[in-house]
């Protein structure tokens, strides 16, 4: 199978990208779980010198980033500027703020030391469109790295020239193999990799009808949580209810635009909600989990 980038002004031919195969797509996947065990072992201090390493080569390549977002998909160049400045901007925010994001949080229990640790997930599945062809990414990607997951981007089959560029902007920077990687590959072997036990955390953001599929397909497979502790998660009937409130209709978002999103595409997500939450307790030599009070989102300013 072929995809093909078509220049929406001329109607030009930009290039042909062959569609991975399955053994192309096992072995990012290989590639991914290997970085997941070597990034969440990897100092913050570290990760965020990648963001660093990021934003200046973004700076850098303004131009010609630009020029490919305007080619692909038809963004104005003063607007894909903007958007590359923007994404330069997300990977210095996270820089700076990540390690506030991430710290343990004490709490008040019957325990002498209770607190919230934040911990990689493992490997995250994004599935982005192209109107924001890099913005789309960056803002998902980057919490995403910074909380220690690696990233699997199946980009709209429009924008595979950025898709890859993405890709390569994070080796340049200094990435490890796997942990930014982009899967040519068609709408649907998307949706049959939520079933993959080695992704462990979905962001979508898409058409209404995407939405809803991938929405059912993570909810048939949700499980129950392994934590001991006073709150069981009722995984068997909250999977069915999820699935089937999925295939009814779209997931409403917060967004106030009249769009349906799985969530506020437009903004960022902050590194903790791309990490696990830990509530732990300390009391006579016991680690036994406990819920934790619930946190407001933290993030960078909205911008324009």
Request: some cysteine.
């Amino acid at each position: 199978m072929t995809i093909t980038s078509i220049n929406p002004y001329t109607e030009a031919c930009i290039e042909h990208f062959a569609a991975f195969d399955e053994p192309q797509i096992e072995q990012a996947m290989t590639a991914a779980e290997r970085a997941s065990s070597l990034w969440a072992e990897t100092p913050l201090e570290q990760r965020t010198r990648l963001l660093v390493s990021l934003a200046e080569r973004l700076r850098a390549q303004a131009d010609e980033l630009a020029t490919l977002i305007t080619t692909e998909m038809g963004k104005l160049r003063a607007e894909a500027l903007a958007e590359i400045d923007k994404c330069a901007w997300v990977c210095d925010y996270y820089a700076e703020h990540a390690h506030q994001f991430l710290a343990d949080e004490p709490i008040k229990t019957d325990a002498p030391l209770s607190l919230v640790a934040f911990q990689p997930l493992g490997v995250w599945l994004a599935i982005m469109p192209w109107n924001f062809p890099f913005w789309q990414v960056f803002r998902c990607a980057v919490p995403a790295i910074a909380a220690g997951n690696p990233v699997l981007l199946k980009h709209a089959s429009n924008v595979c020239g950025c898709a890859l560029a993405i890709e390569r902007l994070f080796r340049e920077a200094g990435a490890p193999a796997g942990l930014l990687q982009t899967l040519l590959i068609p709408g649907e072997q998307a949706e049959a990799l939520v079933a993959d036990p080695r992704i462990r955390g979905v962001s979508l953001t898409g058409s209404e009808s995407a939405g809803r599929r991938v929405a059912a397909a993570a909810g048939a497979r949700m499980r129950r949580s392994p934590q001991p502790g006073r709150y069981p998660f009722p995984s068997s009937r909250l999977a069915e209810d999820f699935a089937e409130w999925a295939k009814r209709g779209p997931l409403r978002g917060p967004v106030g635009d009249g769009e349906d999103r799985l969530s506020k595409s437009a903004g960022c997500s902050p590194p903790e909600r791309t990490a696990g939450r830990a509530a732990r307790n300390w009391h006579r030599g016991s680690d036994a989990g406990r819920r934790a009070p619930a946190r407001s989102g933290r993030g960078p300013p909205d911008r324009a």
